[in-house]
């Protein structure tokens, strides 16, 4: 049946400025999909790369070193006393710390990842994710004053290795210089333990997407061209499981490199980049150095994300 022109359309237009003003929007896919993205753009543009700029026009400034004013002229003043020997320390030991964190999580997120990929079925994967997701579920204070009790000198963890007849293994780890201390609950030892546990999780799950994304008929070939388990795992099963591991790096590295709350409750009195930022904005109130300190973090992860990027990083988020 052919329709009358005389007929009224399923949707009439309605009447009104506002109401032809929606009925023209909605006619128009570009300009809704505009207008639907605009208010979150106009935040992060404001809001976020906003803060990013004033930050980085406070790093310019400088601070009278006897009447304790903000001088506001521009100069590398500022980015010169980074240079310094103590705040390079702070840089570097940051740095570190992320960097073995990345490294220690990748071999201890693979094996798991790899599991969950290939064996784990049904309920048994539906149980991986609730495993690997479950500790994200608590309080990010309540987890990590849990670790300072658990490594404290009379925690569970001193208890374990006292019946196990393993205190001289802790007692040989803790007299280790730099990492070791009088009990893990004050080292870089029980830092490093700590980091690891609440970013765990950040590198397993794209790991684990990565290695689904991986055929089993590719091992399979290499094992009928005759390639060993270790040179299936070293020319197959690791170059396409790599951006996954890169994806999962980029949350561990970024997230020890900006936290100050666990080496503020776990750790001893030497500082991380995070803690730098504290302390200089807020007892020392010189401003200008902790933007400095701010913007290290933001360009060592700029260059780390060029990097992953080239590696097709991105394809496993």
């Not at 929606?22 to 639907?36: A, E, N, S, T, Y």
């Not at 106009?42 to 070193?65: H, K, M, N, P, T």
Request: hydrophobic share 55%; charged share 10%.
């Amino acid at each position: 049946m052919r329709p009358n022109a005389s007929q009224p359309a399923i949707f009439a237009p309605r009447s009104g400025p506002l109401a032809r003003k929606v009925d023209w929007v909605i006619r128009h896919p570009r300009m809704f999909v505009f207008l639907m993205v605009l208010p979150i753009t106009l935040w992060l543009g404001i809001v976020y790369i906003g803060a990013l700029i004033a930050l980085l026009i406070q790093s310019f400034f400088s601070i009278d070193e006897f009447s304790g004013v903000v001088v506001r002229e521009f100069t590398f003043k500022t980015y010169g006393e980074l240079l310094r020997p103590y705040n390079l320390d702070i840089i570097l030991r940051t740095v570190a710390m992320a960097a073995a964190v990345t490294v220690v999580a990748a071999m201890l997120a693979f094996p798991i990842a790899y599991f969950a990929a290939r064996y784990a079925k049904g309920k048994w994967k539906a149980l991986f994710y609730i495993g690997v997701m479950l500790p994200l579920w608590s309080s990010y204070l309540v987890k990590v004053y849990a670790w300072k009790l658990v490594l404290a000198k009379e925690g569970i963890l001193t208890w374990i290795f006292a019946k196990l007849h393993l205190t001289w293994a802790l007692d040989g780890v803790l007299s280790i210089p730099v990492i070791g201390g009088n009990s893990l609950s004050v080292s870089y030892m029980g830092t490093f333990l700590v980091f690891l546990y609440i970013w765990l999780p950040y590198m397993i799950i794209p790991v684990q997407a990565s290695l689904e994304r991986v055929p089993g008929a590719l091992l399979e070939a290499a094992s009928d061209l005759g390639a060993t388990p270790r040179q299936s795992f070293r020319m197959v099963l690791f170059p396409l499981a790599l951006p996954g591991i890169i994806a999962g790096s980029i949350f561990t590295f970024s997230l020890t490199l900006g936290d100050y709350i666990v080496p503020q409750i776990v750790g001893n009195s030497r500082l991380f980049i995070g803690q730098a930022v504290y302390t200089q904005q807020g007892t020392a109130g010189n401003i200008p150095l902790a933007a400095a300190f701010t913007v290290v973090p933001i360009v060592v992860m700029g260059i780390y994300l060029w990097g992953a990027r080239k590696m097709g990083a991105f394809d496993a988020l």
